[in-house]
């Protein structure tokens, strides 16, 4: 039991939010890369990360793991854009930071989202079993080219003169 929730309904809910977290990061960081701030939607992604992360580290677990180490990469990810969100109030080179952070925050939940994918989908299970294969490095590839997209273009809208986005 984790939080009172059987092992199998802590997962679900992990998942639920963690689909959140990505749903939400895309529309929110793709209208933060064209000027934009919808802030609610900024709200709910910056939160919905938050959960997951955290939530990630209470599923049991003996030693290290990969799952670890990307949940403590995200960690540090998310105090600085924290930082840059609430501390700074996204003023002057916090918003090039929180681009940034922001950015990196939702390639990692997408990077789990292909890694639990193809652990867990049996037709792509199928295509990479050991994680290895080019199908699984394909999508990684994708996932990895966009998400440096997608944070060059939001750098490149927050260093741009525009109104203070609220917060």
């Known amino acids: 039991m984790v939080l009172g929730l059987s ?10 939010i ?10 929110a960081l793709i209208a933060f890369a064209r ?11 910056v939160w919905t990360t938050v959960a997951t992360t955290l939530t990630g580290f209470l ?11 990307t949940g403590i990469v995200s960690s540090v990810v998310l105090v600085v854009l924290l930082f840059a969100l609430y501390k700074s109030k996204l003023q002057g080179r916090a918003r090039a930071v929180f681009a ?4 990196t925050s ?13 652990l867990k989908i049996p037709a792509l299970h199928v295509l990479a079993p050991l994680g290895k294969e080019p199908p699984f490095a394909a999508a990684q ?9 997608l944070g060059y273009f939001s750098v490149k809208a927050a260093r741009r003169r525009t109104p203070v986005f609220a917060v």
């Open 7 to 16: 092992l199998a309904a802590f997962t679900q809910l992990h998942t639920i």
């Open 18 to 27: 963690s689909l959140i977290a990505i749903a939400t990061g895309l529309i």
């Open 35 to 45: 000027g934009s701030w919808p802030a609610s939607i900024m709200q709910i992604f």
């Open 59 to 69: 599923f049991p677990f003996n030693g290290f793991t990969p799952a670890i180490g």
């Open 100 to 103: 940034v952070t922001a950015s």
């Open 106 to 118: 939702l390639y990692l939940n997408l990077f789990v989202l292909v890694v639990q994918s193809f």
């Open 141 to 149: 590839g994708v996932v990895l080219l966009a998400s440096i997209a």
